[in-house]
Each structure stands twice: as C-alpha cells, then as structure tokens.
C-alpha cells in the first residue's frame, strides 16, 4: 500500500474513532468485552455497494511493549529499541536491517480499519476454509505494556478489491472483516536486512555512516587470474615513469599500470555496491554450493575506509551474481546489469593495453637504434614569459634530429606512435640474444637523472618482446615496430 493511501486511510481511522467517543458519552453505555462492538459507518459509496467501514484498532505504538508475527517466510518478534528508538527484530539482531519497513508493521498492527464486515464466524454456514483461515497468510499477536493483548489474523485477499486487501480476524470477535494490509506483514528476510553489503565498514563512531568511501590496495584470486593480482593506487608525480598519470598500478604478477577506465569502472563498482536482493541468511554449506559460493569464482580483497574487507563471488550469469563477505553470514544477489566491471574481471580487461609509454614534457632526448636506423633527438626548452598560468612554469619546445632541426609537431607525431604501442601477449619468458632495437630515454634533470633503457628482442616472424627495467612483460607487433622504426628515420 502506498504511503499516501495509507495516510488517508489513517486519518479516516482517527475520525470514526473521535466520533466514536461521542457516541459512547452520548448514549452513556460502555464498550463490550469483545470486539464485535467496533464503529463503524456507512458512506455513500459503502451504502451502494451495501457496505459498512469503520476503525478495527486505534491504539498509540507507544504502548506496544512486543509484537510477533508469523508468515510463510518467517516468524518476528518485534519490540523498540530504547537505545536507538527504533522498532528492532530478535531474530535480525547484529544485521543491518531496514528499519522503516519495520515501523511499518508496529504502527499498522494498532492503526487499523476495515472496509467492510464479510461475514461472522458465528454463522452456522461459515467455513475458515473459505476465507484462508485453514492457512492463515500472516498471524499478529500484539502485547501492549499493561498486559493486555490481542491476535488478529489475515486470510486469503478479497475478491473484489485491490490486491493488497485481506479477509482479516481477531482473537474474541466474531466478525470477518475486509482489511488493507501493507505488504511488510507477509515479507521475510530478504526484505527486512538492508541491501547495504558494506554497512559495517562505512560506520563512524557515532554511528552514523561515512559521506565518502575510500577505497585502497586491490587484490583479485579466482578462476580468471593464476596466484593473486594485486593493484595498488597510484599517485607518481614524477613525469619520468611510464607509469605516469595512471590512478592504480598492478604490482603482482607484473608491474604495469591499470587501464585507467577499468580502474575507475572498479573503484566505483567497490564504492557503491548495492544488492538488489538478500537472498540467503545464515547460507548452509549445502546453500553455498548451491548459489556457487563454496568455491568462489572470484575472490575480491580490497581496503575500504581502512579496513580490509573481502568479497566472494559466484560465476555471473547473463543475469546475476552472488556475493558474500567473509566473516559476514548474509548471502547477497547482484543485477550484473547495475555493474560496471566486476561481472567481467580479468587480467586483459584491467591491464593497460599499451607496452611502451613516454610523457612528451618530460623528455630531454630519445635515441632509437636498430640494423637500420640510428636516431637522436634531442628536445630542447624554455620558460615562455608571456604565457600566464598561474605558479606554473610554462615552456616553449624545440627538437633536432641527428643535429638537424625538425618541427617539434613531427615529434610528437613519433611521440605518440611511440605510445600508442599494443600488447599482444602478457607474461613472456626472457629473450635471447641481442635486442633487435634499444631506445634510450633521458630525462631533464629537475625531473629524473637516470635514463631508462627499453629493449626489444625478435621472438617470432610476427612478435618482439618488451624488456623494461631489466624484466620482459609483453610482446608486441612486428608490424607496429617496422612502422614506429619507419616513422623515426624518416620525420
């Protein structure tokens, strides 16, 4: 029921019941013991349809001291927490849950009213069968603080109504009447425990949650990774490295950068993943089996706010997924749809794709030097006076080749093909023999001393691997070297 109905239908609760007051000081006589003495009147629309409404409870929730109530999904003990002021169930102690869901059903057990009287119990022709009571959908038992208490249960749905209207009963009355029944009463766990996977790690000390989620060291396991492949963030303001300008790096098995959208992609997918479902509490190992858990396809272990946190997941579907936390007990559903990229993790979807990369303004020269080309460039630089940009120091760059000046554009041409290189196999062994071709890259001294060497040796008819910093890690095209080898002899 929506909240808006179920407003309306509280305030016309609130007015039968004053106007029931009245009538009782009115005609001076006192309410029965059984329910059957309810209020109720008759609107136009009733009198049509040759039927009576009227108020079933109207007790304040502040009265309520327990409340237990028992579907075909589970059985709830609810009482308030004085801690928190909120309504908390026994059995979802410990858990993150939704606690206004379960408001709903403490204020609604004691704000009720019927739209009409379907029939009496004490009718020689009636049968609970007919109404659902042979298998009650939901039993509610509400124990006020001064002792007293009653049970009112609900049927089979009403033909004739909207679909959230039941035949309802209570304990010492006679009566079977029409009732509006929010859904919360037939929910199980599933609706109650909050879809918050990360609840527990995004808590300050006064309880309330963190307004922004940081996520740090990443470590992926499973079916598509061999060992552990670790990431870590990356903050390198040195314009020297090739890892320059990437937000992760992978560190194990390789050291290479992270494709900066697949980076993005998981760091967003890690801050803010929400279930769509709780599908299992307390799983049985036979459960994990079942939803693909007890042999996780993926292992996700990330640090979150500082803490470590590990994930395990199923094998997606074209559908779903299926995550746990460890050392957590709530079986968790994922919509592959509402991800970015942890339905498809794997090594070639998270390495950077290019083998060979240079940051342009940090170069002072680069000398390239295979069987048929011998090239020197060097990139000279000066402080442009009339350029504005703040506290930042803003040059002006030229280029000479073997001596000879060339525009600086042509440079960056070969600059770019230089970085727009493609990997073509990951995790090669160690070549033999001489490099095939060196380059030699030097930088200006206020950014890096030392040069780096980069080292490519002829593997195949169609291959050259990649050594850098003294370790082979990928492979790349014979066809993307011919022409990078072209390009620089000939600009």
Not at 44 to 53: I, K, P, T
Not at 185 to 195: A, P, R
Not at 418 to 431: A, D, F, H, Y
């Amino acid at each position: 029921m929506n909240r808006k109905k179920r407003n309306l239908l509280l305030l016309l609760a609130a007015t039968l019941a004053v106007a029931g007051i009245f009538w009782l000081l009115a005609s001076g006589e006192a309410p029965e013991e059984e329910h059957d003495a309810h209020d109720y009147s008759v609107s136009e629309s009733d009198e049509e349809y040759g039927r009576q409404s009227g108020v079933l409870f109207n007790y304040s929730s502040d009265e309520i001291k327990t409340l237990t109530f028992t579907n075909s999904q589970a059985k709830y003990t609810a009482y308030l927490n004085k801690k928190t002021g909120s309504v908390a169930f026994r059995e979802l102690e410990g858990y993150p849950v939704n606690a206004d869901f379960m408001k709903t059903v403490w204020s609604d057990s004691v704000q009720m009213i019927y739209q009409d009287i379907a029939a009496s119990t004490r009718d020689k022709n009636y049968k609970p069968a007919d109404y659902g009571f042979d298998k009650p959908s939901v039993t509610v038992k509400v124990t006020f603080k001064n002792g007293s208490s009653y049970t009112f249960k609900a049927g089979s749905k009403t033909p004739g109504y909207e679909n959230d209207v039941y035949y309802v009963t209570v304990s010492g009355d006679s009566h079977v009447y029409v009732c509006t029944l929010d859904s919360a009463f037939f929910m199980g766990d599933s609706y109650y425990l909050s879809d918050d996977i990360f609840s527990d790690y995004d808590s300050e000390k006064d309880g309330r949650q963190k307004s922004k989620i940081q996520i740090g060291e990443i470590t992926l396991s499973g079916d598509e990774f061999k060992g552990d492949f670790k990431m870590k963030p990356s903050t390198t303001a040195d314009m020297s490295s090739p890892f320059y300008g990437f937000s992760y790096m992978v560190t194990s098995p390789v050291r290479w950068p992270v494709k900066p959208s697949a980076a993005s992609m998981l760091v967003y997918d890690l801050q803010y993943l929400m279930a769509d479902d709780v599908a299992v509490l307390k799983p049985s190992g036979k459960q994990l089996k079942a939803y693909g858990l007890d042999k996780p396809y993926l292992t996700v272990s990330f640090k979150r706010n500082g803490k470590k946190a590990v994930m395990y997941c199923s094998r997606p579907d074209s559908e779903k997924m299926y995550v746990i936390l460890k050392d957590h007990d709530i079986l968790y559903e994922l919509n592959v749809n509402s991800l970015s990229i942890l339905h498809q993790l794997t090594p070639e979807n998270l390495y950077s794709i290019n083998a060979v990369s240079a940051t342009m303004e940090a170069l002072r020269s680069v000398r390239i030097t295979s069987e048929g080309v011998k090239c020197d460039i060097v990139i000279d630089r000066e402080e442009n006076q009339n350029a504005i940009a703040g506290d930042d120091v803003i040059y002006t760059y030229s280029v000479t080749k073997n001596g000879e000046s060339k525009k600086y554009s042509s440079f960056t041409k070969l600059m770019k093909q230089l970085n727009g290189s493609s990997i073509n196999r990951w995790n090669v062994k160690k070549p033999t023999g001489k490099p095939a071709v060196t380059l030699k890259l030097s930088f200006y001294d206020n950014i890096r001393s030392e040069p780096e060497i980069i080292r490519l040796y002829r593997c195949s008819d169609r291959e050259y691997a990649v050594v850098r910093e003294g370790l082979p890690v990928n492979t790349v095209s014979a066809t993307w070297v011919k022409q990078f080898l072209d390009d620089a002899d000939s600009f």
